[in-house]
């Protein structure tokens, strides 16, 4: 075996480890078609982990992944936000955003 044939050898190898991770990849990682933060937020929480340095987020060619603890985080960042908006004033976004509609139109008619 000469040396261009060994090279041939090991590039095929390794061509076929990388194809096969990037088909497969890790099992505990989440893909942002999989997520339940939904595609744009769960793209959106890896850009931001990724800019901060935080741990559990990976960006791989179209594909942008999070492990599941920092889904996890995300998701309890996510409702967090979610329950202290709605408790501003006692009242929850579907009824604020309903009451502010109901003002509009009675603005309009008057």
């Keep these: 075996m000469t040396t261009d044939d060994f090279i041939d050898t090991v590039a095929r190898r390794v061509a076929r480890i990388v194809a096969e991770e990037l088909r497969g990849g890790d099992p505990s990682l989440i893909e942002q078609a999989n997520s339940p933060l939904g595609s744009r937020r769960h793209i959106d929480a890896v850009k931001r982990r990724l800019a901060a340095g935080q741990p559990g ?4 060619g179209r594909r942008y992944l999070l492990s599941q603890e920092a889904l996890a985080e ?37």
């Design 57 to 60: 987020a990976s960006h791989v």
């Design 74 to 110: 995300e998701l309890g960042r996510a409702s967090g936000r979610r329950m202290a908006l709605a408790k501003t004033d006692g009242k929850t976004v579907q009824q604020r955003a309903k009451d502010e509609m109901l003002a509009r139109l009675r603005a309009v008619r008057q």
